[in-house]
């Protein structure tokens, strides 16, 4: 025994206690420590049986993830799970908070299994790129068939105490104190003298011929990229196979040891602690300040406006939403109904559950009513004269410590707080359309912005939901300013002769969920265009020059909300399909500008798309605009739906090699002298000392 896990009696039960804060992980001192543990209450003859829990918050949530990559040290976790198994005395698992992966596993490795009503249990190991490889996927098929099983694994969702009982994981589900009642349960089975019941010893059959291959199809497009979902199904379907529990647990390690060293893996765990590395902020710590936010106020009610206030009301924080004008208002109340509605049709929320969230709703049209709210989120029109206005309202009426928050997405956020006397208090917080929807929120910190103020932002951010990633002033921020680059590659190759469904289907093959053009046509060619034209007419010398994406727009070609921009659309269809209008005035495009067009590879057009992209993050670091590689790869994953078991933007270039980019992108600024094809510093130093972006 050791420091990490106890072995004590009560009465005539013997209680092994894992005690790993934060979350009982399974490291190499508790597999041994239970070892240890069990040696003793095997041993302890006034014990005539075993509970096995953990201390703290929960029941182990799964094996170290951190030793994952490592060399394995003995005893691994199955073996800790098969001796469990083997034991001659009565094992029971008292579950509480989250029993997950490898914790699950050693609840399926006792005789019984008693939880509390607020526990949950799963196997999520398929989000980190495995599978259950500790027995889970050869034990849960013989406790609840082959097919539930499958579907958990896949799904790797945890689940109540209630469904596991009535799923026949859990026999017996209490409230209030966990351990007086499992040592209850414990003694009336010792009373009634119940029998071991090592799952193993059951028998699985899949329910039909077909299931594993009917359930590979139907998760095959949700799925796309990802190894881990097929070889969790692999592993079920051995388990079905031989009635030789020790052939499907070799199967299993097999399956989980491929996995392992997959690079799909080693990405999904970077991204893991990615997203909880995101939160931590240097110089920022428990320490900090952080004020109460109770009641939020938002300044317009418009596309952004609207969502942006789903968010605070489905967390259940009331919010108070100002406009101009009265009809604004009730368009954007109906619309947030609306939203809701529908979630509740597609049986995502109660109707009481609509309605608790639309009582915390409030609106007003006078900036006074915002004299208490502890934070504004102002969603106005792009336009900083508009934006200032605003801000010297809020500067006039809001609280002493109440946050001004802005959700521009290209604006100065210096320049915004200059507008009040308070800039400390005020910072930007980029949601992304739809934003009751997306997670990513980029908080964007000024040069002023109080810790207290970032903290409090930072936190309010998990609490609606989101990830939030701090991030400096400049324009497009992180998200935006890499995707910018790209989508003028993306029009580049177009012009050089490749077709928008060419460039579109490259990155849909990487795994995006869709291409630049596809992406243009949702988001509205007309956003951009308005832009351009406000630039043409502000400043001709510096203008972008008229190309055929401008021309689509004049024609009122919108994308889909007008039935076509670059693709045409079916009606009710989304589906992108090539339009010969694009195709036309791509043509006339390039006869204007006396280009000769080319055949251009998929790999050109991959480079090309991508490597722009890591060159602008290298530069957004080298400026301070994000603080880590792993803020970029979190921003494109939640903002951009880059493929999770690619890492992340700064991670993929990582894995292709720093060396290859730079020399590559040397090669593309050599030839086309375009400006972000600069090669940034800090790549070039990197790509020198064979390093990547993780060595940083
Ligand atoms: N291994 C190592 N560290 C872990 C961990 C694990 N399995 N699970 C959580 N942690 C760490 C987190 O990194 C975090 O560390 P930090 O404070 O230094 O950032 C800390 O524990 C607290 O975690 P969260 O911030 O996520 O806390 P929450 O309360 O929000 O969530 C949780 C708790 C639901 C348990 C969540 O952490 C979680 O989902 N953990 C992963 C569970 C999992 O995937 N288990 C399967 C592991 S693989 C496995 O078991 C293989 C086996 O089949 C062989
Ligand atoms: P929108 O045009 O849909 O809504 C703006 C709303 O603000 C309108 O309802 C308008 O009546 C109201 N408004 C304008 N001036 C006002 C004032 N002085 N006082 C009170 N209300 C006023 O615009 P949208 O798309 O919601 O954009 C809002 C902000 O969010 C902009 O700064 C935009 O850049 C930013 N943003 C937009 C995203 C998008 O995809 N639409 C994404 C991220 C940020």
Known sequence: MNDVVSYKRDGEIGVITINNPPVNALGHAVRQGILDALAQGTADDDAKALIITGGGRTFPAGADIREFGKPPQEPSLPDVINQLEASKKLL?????????????????????????????????????????????????????????????????????????????????????DLMAQALDYARQLVAKDAPLRPVRDLEVKAESADIFSDFEKSIARKSRGFLAPFHCIKAVQAATESSDFEAGLKRERELFAELLKSPESAAQRHVFFAEREVAKIPGIDKKTAKR??????????????????????????????LEMKQEALDKGVALIRKNYEATAKKGRMTSDQVEKCMALLDTTLAYDDLSEVDLVIEAVFEN???????????????????????????????????????????????????????????????????????????????????????????????????LHKRQHQATQLVNEGATPAQVDKVLFDFGLPMGPFAMADLAGLDVGWRIREGLREDDPANAPEYNWLDALAEQK????????????????????????????????????????????????????????????????????????????????????????????????????????????????????????????????????????????
């Open 92 to 176: 029971i698992a008292a579950v509480h908070g989250t029993a997950l992966g490898g914790g699950m596993e050693i609840t399926l490795g006792c005789d019984y299994r008693v939880a509390l009503d607020s526990a949950k249990m799963g196997l999520p190991e398929v989000h980190l790129g495995l599978l259950p490889g500790a027995g889970g996927t050869q034990r849960l098929p013989r406790l609840i068939g082959a097919k539930a099983a499958m579907e958990a694994i896949v799904a790797g969702k945890p689940m109540k105490a209630a469904q596991l009982q009535k799923m026949g994981v859990v026999d017996k589900v209490v409230s209030g």
């Open 292 to 321: 109460d936010i109770e009641q939020v106020g938002i300044i317009g009610a418009g596309t952004m406006g609207g969502g942006i206030a789903m968010n605070f009301l489905s967390a259940g924080i009331p919010v108070r939403v």
């Open 557 to 696: 070609r919108w994308g889909q909300k007008t039935g076509g921009g670059v693709f045409d659309y079916a009606e009710g269809d989304r589906t992108p399909r090539p339009s010969d209008v694009t195709a036309a005035e791509i043509e006339k495009y390039r006869k204007e500008k006396g280009i000769e067009t080319r055949d251009v590879s998929d790999d050109e057009i991959l480079e090309r798309c991508l490597y722009v992209m890591v060159n602008e993050g290298a530069k957004i670091l080298e400026e301070g605009i994000a603080m880590r590689p792993l803020d970029v790869d979190i921003v494109w994953i939640y903002g951009y739906g880059f493929p999770v078991y690619r890492g992340g933007l700064m991670f993929w270039a990582d894995q292709v090699g720093l060396d290859k980019i730079y020399a590559k992108i040397k090669q593309f600024h050599e030839e086309a002298g375009e400006d972000e094809w600069k090669p940034s510093a800090l790549l070039e130093k990197l790509a020198g000392q064979g390093k990547g972006f993780g060595d940083l």
């Open 384 to 482: 900083m004269k508009v934006k200032k206005e605003v801000f010297g309202e809020l500067d006039r009426v809001c609280k002493k410590g109440a946050i001004l928050a802005t959700n521009t997405s290209t604006l100065d956020v210096n320049e915004i707080a200059q507008s009040t006397k308070r800039p400390e208090d005020v910072i930007g917080m980029h949601f992304f359309s739809p934003a009751n929807v997306m997670k990513l929120l980029e908080n964007v910190r000024g040069d002023k912005t109080s810790d207290e103020v970032i903290a409090t932002v930072m936190a309010l951010s998990k609490r609606i939901g989101k990830v939030g990633v701090l991030v400096g002033v400049c324009n497009g921020f992180v998200g935006n300013r890499i």
